[in-house]
């Protein structure tokens, strides 16, 4: 595993959960490998209590499991539970956009096109960490815009599950067809259409779900 650099106080639990998000999420901690709290520990310059409370929210989120012998593991990927997971970030998103499109302003709107252009750069250069960060910030407009913090709430629980599997099956993904789906997205924002840009966000995230679950689409 690659040296993480050392963690300031304060809230310690959250910087090295963060931390330890992001690695299993890009797969840089990959699924099964197993990782040990106190070698975690000596890594990020910590104590253990703040890693073990880390990873008991992991382990709550089901991104690791524990083991015997205070070592922990990283769970596998779960195709059904990736699928389930994809319909609850579907409709979460989906109810985003029909709260967004009703006020959302030129400003939001234009957030979106950078991002989207963004992230057909990415996709040109193949590079899967930036892709997946301007897709977040894309959705991120609509999650704001919507003025309910509590559908991003819900949403943090699940999405690691979704992206993890959109990084290890990146090769497999059209981007091209989701860089049209969301300029049909935002051109129904910028009509104030809520209901048209509710369906085509969540249809959005249906189509990338079945692309990586893989099924055929209808």
């Known amino acids: 595993m690659k040296t993480i650099k050392t963690i300031a106080r304060p809230a310690l639990r959250d910087q090295v959960y963060e931390s330890l998000k992001k690695a299993i999420v890009t797969l840089e901690l990959e699924p099964g490998q197993r990782i040990m709290d106190k070698e975690l520990a000596a890594e990020f310059g910590v104590s253990r209590t703040p890693v073990r409370e880390a990873l008991k929210r992991l382990e709550d989120e089901g991104l690791v499991e524990s083991l015997p012998g205070s070592q922990t593991r990283i769970t596998q990927i779960h195709l059904e539970e990736a ?6 970030v579907a409709a979460l998103h989906g109810l985003a956009a029909r709260l967004a499109a009703i006020t959302i302003s030129e400003e939001d709107i234009q ?9 057909k750069k990415a996709l040109e250069n193949k590079n899967v960490l930036h892709a997946v960060e301007a897709d977040d910030r894309f959705h991120g407009v609509l999650l704001e815009a919507s003025g309910n913090q509590e559908i991003g709430l819900a949403l943090e629980r699940i999405m690691s599950k979704v992206r993890r599997l ?12 989701s860089i049209e789906e969301h300029n049909q997205i935002i051109s129904a924002c910028r009509a104030k259409n809520a209901s048209l840009a509710s369906s085509l966000v969540e249809e959005n995230w249906l189509s990338l779900g079945r692309i990586l679950v893989g099924e055929s689409q209808n």
């Open 166 to 177: 959109e990084f290890s099956k990146f090769s497999s993904l059209d981007g091209m067809k």
């Open 111 to 119: 957030q979106m096109e950078e991002s989207n252009d963004q992230l």
């Open 83 to 88: 699928k389930n997971a994809f319909t609850v």
